[in-house]
């Protein structure tokens, strides 16, 4: 009985190709795991295209409520924006491939993984930083950093194996896509000078123009609602995606840092990403005491930047994760955010949990602020610098 490994396997030239090369070079038995988070595709042709490239065994993961519950929730409570732009769109997905790697490798006993990956790319550091922390028994192969074959050799290698895939040479895009958001780089976006082509844009193509309001509702962090009507995680994304989507808003267009030192020009459609984290930073601002909002925005760009770097499963990022989850205890509430060409905008915000206290905030006859207390707050708040100025003075020229 041979050996067998496991490739995560999206249908693609890569991947149909590393079915092939594996069994080819190594003499294992492959077994391909397609994991569906929400990237969409005829999954049934998929895994009869790794059946027909030699795979033994092609698995069907079923793992959208998975990526919306497990890991894109936590994202939304951390306000995640990788260089304070980037959703993680792709970093959030491989985790969870991972993590069903890891368990069918188990299960099927295979002593090895695989994954598509180029050796400039972030996700390499992705599926690989995540197999080791939850399996570091298991080889990890990367059959692209090692094959050395261009694209076109590529597309001959899989004729002549008889492998059927949609490709050709001239491909101009790579895109990567599930439920969260869609990624797209290469072709003449490599240059980032140049403008991206409307033709890369399939979420964010503008249908309407009537400016709409939308209320989303929130629990812990969590959003449960729009307009009022409950719907699962997974569900609410898409909708709130196609709402924001069809007014032309929700693009990214920026340089990245990649994790292997590399700047790259990425070109991203998040619509229902950007807009649930609009809401939900907002709702924290009337729910959140002011030393824990500031604490959290600090933290919130370190979490962001562990999970670009593919430790999702690290210690830091479990401890990270603790304090924001504690910190969501009273995020419960709506935000009603209004939808116009190009654009999104928050209106208000509610919560039964809110902070903000009108009798404190207003200047109108119903103020209840204790204002003869401020004299001796400011003085007591000034006297280090009072002191120090009465002391070692201050040139007023500098």
């Given amino acids: 009985m041979n050996d067998s490994v496991v490739l995560a396997y999206s249908g693609g030239l890569d991947t149909s190709v590393a079915v092939a090369w594996l069994k080819e070079t190594t003499g294992m038995d492959v077994i391909a795991v ?31 409520d998975e990526m919306a519950n497990d890991f894109v929730v936590p994202a939304i409570r951390a306000n995640a924006l990788y260089e304070g732009r980037y959703p993680l769109v792709s970093a959030l997905s491989r985790p969870v491939i ?14 090895s993984v695989a994954h598509g990956c180029t050796g400039k790319g972030n996700d390499q550091v ?49 895109i990567d896509e599930n439920l969260w958001g869609r990624a797209i780089e290469c072709g003449v976006m490599e240059d980032p000078w140049v403008s ?34 409950k719907l699962n995680l997974a569900d609410l994304i898409t909708s709130i995606s196609e709402i924001a989507g069809s007014y032309g808003w929700g693009r990214i267009d920026m340089v990245e840092n990649r994790r292997v030192g590399i700047k790259s020009r990425e070109t991203y459609e998040c619509p229902g990403a950007l807009a649930i984290l609009l809401a939900h930073s907002d709702l924290e601002s009337i729910t959140l005491e002011r030393d824990l909002a500031h604490e959290k925005l600090r933290l919130e760009p370190r979490w962001a930047e562990l999970v670009y770097d593919g430790m999702w499963f690290s210690p830091l990022k479990q401890a990270l ?15 009603r955010l209004r939808f116009s060409p ?4 928050v209106l208000g915000r509610r919560s039964k949990l809110s902070l903000y206290d009108y009798g404190l905030a207003t200047y ?4 209840t602020f204790k204002h003869e207390y401020a004299e001796g707050f400011v003085q007591v708040w000034g006297t280090s610098l009072s002191t120090w100025a009465r002391i070692q003075g201050v040139d007023s020229s500098r």
């Avoid at 994760?321 to 205890?329: G, N, P, T, V």
């Avoid at 190009?342 to 905008?345: E, F, L």
């Avoid at 109108?364 to 103020?367: A, K, R, V």
């Fill in 34 to 64: 397609v994991v569906d988070v929400g990237q969409g595709g005829d999954f049934n042709k998929i895994s009869q295209r790794a059946l027909n490239a030699g795979a033994i065994d092609c698995v069907v993961v079923d793992a959208r």
């Fill in 98 to 111: 991972v993590r069903h790697l890891v368990e069918i490798a188990r299960r099927s006993g295979a002593k």
């Fill in 126 to 174: 992705r599926f690989e930083v995540g197999i080791v922390s939850l399996a570091p028994e298991l080889e990890t192969l990367a059959p692209a950093r090692s094959w050395g074959m261009s694209r076109a050799e590529l597309l001959e290698y899989a004729h002549g194996h008889g492998i059927e895939v949609e490709a050709a040479v001239d491909k101009l895009y790579s």
């Fill in 196 to 229: 991206p082509p409307e033709d890369v844009y399939e979420l964010t193509a503008q249908r309407e123009t009537t400016p709409r309001e939308v209320v989303i509702s929130f629990e812990q962090g969590v959003p449960v609602a729009i307009d009022g009507e």
């Fill in 321 to 335: 994760d603790a304090f924001i989850l504690e910190s969501q205890k009273s995020v419960t509430g709506d935000v």
């Fill in 342 to 345: 190009g654009n999104c905008t």
């Fill in 364 to 367: 109108d006859p119903e103020d």
